[in-house]
């Protein structure tokens, strides 16, 4: 069988969601919550180790499919849980709505987080980007890649806009009654804060107002919101201690779609392995992009990177021997990871004994289904069948 010639991703933590624009912050905002860039790099070591690993079957990390969150159909990505205790020395884990998965590629270059509702699309996090610029000529027109405005961060607090936009409207609803009911009441200003806007500028209480009496208490709240006399939102401020300052603006900018550089690879740079189908294991079937992406993976631990320092890689891997049907030498073998379905249980996900086999020159020989010391060849699906 001909050699493959791969490219090999080293392993290396970049953000491929924001291409091209510059970062204000590596924290990630994940609707309200603030996922820390420690935290990030951590799980992005933690998930990288699960990829590789293929001693056994594990039900994390999930495959991902990242074609309506970051724009990769020809591939699979990977998904590992981002999980919060109550506390630096609590044993207890905080249950929440929604699930957080940092997603990574085959190489371990980290593509973003998204949050998983259940009956509902994946919503991905961001990590805020500069506020484009009015003297940006590309700014002049609509385009998918321009920032888009999405709130503020007051100190650990989140701010939406479309939250903020319902929180000013009933605000200044509930202004107008009062005044129609003859009550003495008016918007509120500080001077410190018109000096940090340049100009005079109106407040109102972030949480909003339902009595006179919190208008008259507005400044013991740390976070306010900024109007101009138009009554149109400019911004935030933040009370630290007895100083005020401007709440950072958060803007997002959507991942690049990426593009394949050469009919030899896939639109993330992995190689193209020849053979590589649409199989059939029993009830599962894995994906073509899904067993590519995992012979991605196997090959880079066959041969490392060209000046990696890692040299110990293959041990993740597990050794077949020989196997008649394939040929007189060595082959390896990892398991397939499944997507994340909600309705499979732990017991399903972790009888999943799919693997692909491949030789120490990364050439593809099929998926096998591995259990009681035996391998069982699954079915490559047509065209017809897959589809």
Request: glycine share 6%.
């Amino acid at each position: 069988m001909k050699r493959s010639s791969i490219l090999y991703g080293l392993l290396t933590i970049i953000l491929a969601s924001t291409t091209g624009a510059t970062l204000i912050s590596e924290d990630f905002i994940c609707g309200k919550r603030i996922i820390l860039n420690h935290a990030v790099k951590k799980t992005v070591s933690d998930a990288c180790d699960g990829i590789k690993s293929s001693t056994k079957p594990k039900i994390f990390p999930y495959v991902y499919n990242g074609s309506s969150t970051f724009f990769v159909s020809d591939a699979a990505l990977f998904a590992w849980p981002i999980i919060f205790l109550n506390g630096p020395h609590s044993k207890e884990y905080i249950v929440t709505s929604e699930k957080l998965r940092l997603i990574i590629d085959s190489s371990c270059n980290l593509f973003g987080i998204v949050m998983k509702s259940k009956n509902s699309p994946d919503k991905r996090c961001f990590r805020p980007v500069k506020r484009p610029s009015a003297n940006d000529p590309s700014s002049s027109h609509v385009s998918r890649n321009q920032p888009r405005f999405r709130g503020y961060r007051c100190g650990n607090t989140i701010f939406g806009h479309l939250q903020l936009e319902i929180t000013m409207k009933d605000t200044l609803g509930i202004y107008q009654l009062w005044q129609y009911e003859g009550r003495q009441i008016g918007y509120y200003g500080l001077e410190d804060i018109d000096k940090l806007f340049g100009e005079s500028v109106l407040l109102l209480p972030s949480h909003g107002a339902k009595i006179p009496e919190e208008i008259m208490k507005m400044t013991s709240n740390p976070n306010l919101i900024v109007m101009s006399p138009q009554q149109q939102l400019v911004g935030m401020v933040n009370k630290i201690g007895n100083q005020w300052e401007k709440c950072l603006e958060l803007w997002e900018k959507e991942p690049e779609r990426p593009q394949a550089v050469d009919s030899t690879r896939n639109s993330i740079g992995e190689f193209l392995f020849s053979g590589v189908g649409n199989y059939r294991c029993g009830e599962l079937v894995y994906s073509r992009e899904s067993i590519n992406s995992h012979m991605q993976v196997a090959c880079t631990l066959i041969k490392p990177p060209q000046g990696s320092k890692t040299t110990a890689w293959k041990n993740f891997l597990v050794s077949m021997g020989i196997i008649p049907s394939i040929g007189n030498h060595k082959v390896w073998k990892m398991h397939l990871k499944l997507p994340e379905n909600d309705n499979n249980s732990i017991e399903q996900e972790l009888a999943n004994n799919g693997i692909i086999i491949l030789d120490k020159e990364c050439n593809f020989h099929g998926v096998y289904w591995h259990s009681a010391r035996a391998l069982t060849p699954c079915d490559k699906l047509s065209p017809s069948e897959s589809s």
